[in-house]
């Protein structure tokens, strides 16, 4: 599955010096091993938004979309 990130997401990224965290969770991602990333369905579970880790601070959100997997960032803290 194809993940898909918006620029804004890629310079908060950047900003932060996650990037490398990011593909590679990214890369687990797209690879079927959702267990690696610690993929999981946020309540209310009719919203249908997952969260993935990153690191221990930060967390990739995101919905199914076209065909693709649509993230966000969200700082755990």
Do not use: C, W
């Amino acid at each position: 599955m194809k993940v898909y990130e918006t620029d804004e997401v890629v310079r908060y990224l950047r900003k932060r010096n996650i990037i490398k965290p990011y593909l590679k969770a990214k890369s687990y991602f797209e690879a079927g091993h959702p267990q690696a990333i610690r993929l999981k369905l946020l309540k209310p579970k009719q919203h249908k938004e997952y969260q993935f880790r990153i690191n221990t601070k930060y967390r990739g959100r995101g919905f199914y979309k076209e065909g693709g997997f649509l993230v966000t960032i969200s700082d755990h803290q």
